[in-house]
């Protein structure tokens, strides 16, 4: 299995992605609904990525990074989009999404009720955005 998986920036490359993370995590001794979970968060940041930071610019692309050892797993999605700071996101109360019946907005608001733990930084024009799950 190869360290990183290169996503072209095009929704149907989202497949491609699940199927990576499924054999990243098969080894892993969480649940299976908490690596349905992980897997979520990780395919909406690379969405939103894809849709959002690169415009579905097939000649662009994402790398997904996965390491793990027994006390955390580690997603890292590194990109050279448009830079979106997950953590300077003003994440909206859920009853406001729902009210509004707005689309989108609640993708975010997932990931961070999964993950124990966001990072985001850009250097030399690659923003990486590592997301953490304690095990």
């Keep these: 299995m190869p360290d990183y998986?290169?996503?072209y920036c095009q929704t149907s490359e989202l497949a491609e992605?699940?199927?990576y993370?499924?054999?990243?995590?098969e080894s892993s001794p969480i649940?299976?609904?908490l690596k349905l979970q992980l897997i979520l968060a990780v395919e909406e940041v690379c969405a939103n990525l894809i849709?959002?930071?690169h415009n579905c610019d097939k000649s662009e692309h994402i790398q997904v990074l996965v390491s793990q050892n027994q006390k955390e797993i580690v997603f890292e999605i590194r990109d050279q989009g448009n830079a979106f700071n997950i953590l300077e996101y003003n994440t909206p109360e859920i009853k406001?999404?729902?009210g509004e019946k707005r689309k989108g907005g609640l993708g975010i608001i997932l990931i961070k009720k999964i993950?124990?733990?966001?990072?985001f930084s850009t250097a030399n024009g690659t923003n990486i955005c590592s997301l953490v799950k304690k095990i």
């Design 115 to 119: 993950m124990d733990e966001i990072k």
């Design 96 to 98: 406001e999404v729902v």
């Design 31 to 33: 649940s299976d609904a």
């Design 51 to 53: 849709i959002h930071s």
């Design 21 to 25: 993370l499924q054999s990243r995590l």
């Design 17 to 19: 992605l699940r199927k």
């Design 5 to 7: 998986l290169k996503l």
